[in-house]
């Protein structure tokens, strides 16, 4: 487990003292997960915060017509969960599933609260975390997925050439929404 990088990264966003990193790394357990393996399924309830130490993770719901529809791609040194479903303490309405064999640092969701309570600094880290990834960067996403077009999308997925070079061309017509003739269509518009 590379508890340095974890560390790291919680501290990007409120540096946390000794004793409240070794409280937290003492919850902490490593797990690998197999590609198309899923760390979540939905109507579980989610029971780990994760970090992603290496690979990619996908995060998705099926429609009524049983199509997979991607909402957001983590990259390693993610921090990645239910959200919303640890929150309001109901099952996940998503899948959380490796889309690349993965390592990760797991934390179970009820010690990981308990420390928040605890740490004063462990909870600020969680507010900048939140404030930040589920405010701050999700509010363009969400204004993005209403009025963008999935070729606007789709240029937009290509800023981040190392994540679109990982995906599957079904993983990113699932997250324009589209279908993978229309995703064709668009590359060829934009070649």
């Known amino acids: ?31 690998q997960y197999h590609k198309n393996e899923l760390l979540l399924e939905s109507g579980s309830m989610a029971r780990y915060y994760y970090f992603l130490q290496s690979g990619l993770i996908g995060y998705y719901t ?42 990760v640092i797991q934390y179970p969701v009820k010690a990981y609260r308990e420390l928040l309570e605890k740490h ?20 363009p996403l969400e204004v993005s997925l209403k009025y963008e077009t999935a070729k ?13 070079n990982r995906l599957k061309q079904h993983h990113i017509a699932s997250y324009l929404g589209v279908t993978p003739t229309q995703l064709s269509r668009i590359k060829k518009e934009i070649n």
């Open 152 to 164: 606007k999308r789709y240029l937009q997925l290509l800023e981040n050439k190392p994540l679109h």
């Open 62 to 103: 099926i429609d009524e017509q049983g199509d997979y529809i991607y909402k957001i791609f983590f990259e390693e040194n993610s921090f990645v969960a239910s959200t919303a479903a640890i929150i309001k303490n109901e099952p996940s309405d998503f899948n959380i599933i490796a889309l690349e064999d993965c390592s």
């Open 1 to 31: 487990m590379n508890k340095s990088i974890f560390l790291e990264q919680i501290n990007q966003y409120y540096s946390l003292s000794g004793e409240t990193a070794a409280a937290l790394l003492d919850i902490c357990t490593e797990k």
């Open 120 to 139: 004063h600094d462990l909870a600020l880290f969680h507010i900048h975390y939140l404030e930040k990834n589920w405010v701050v960067k999700k509010e």
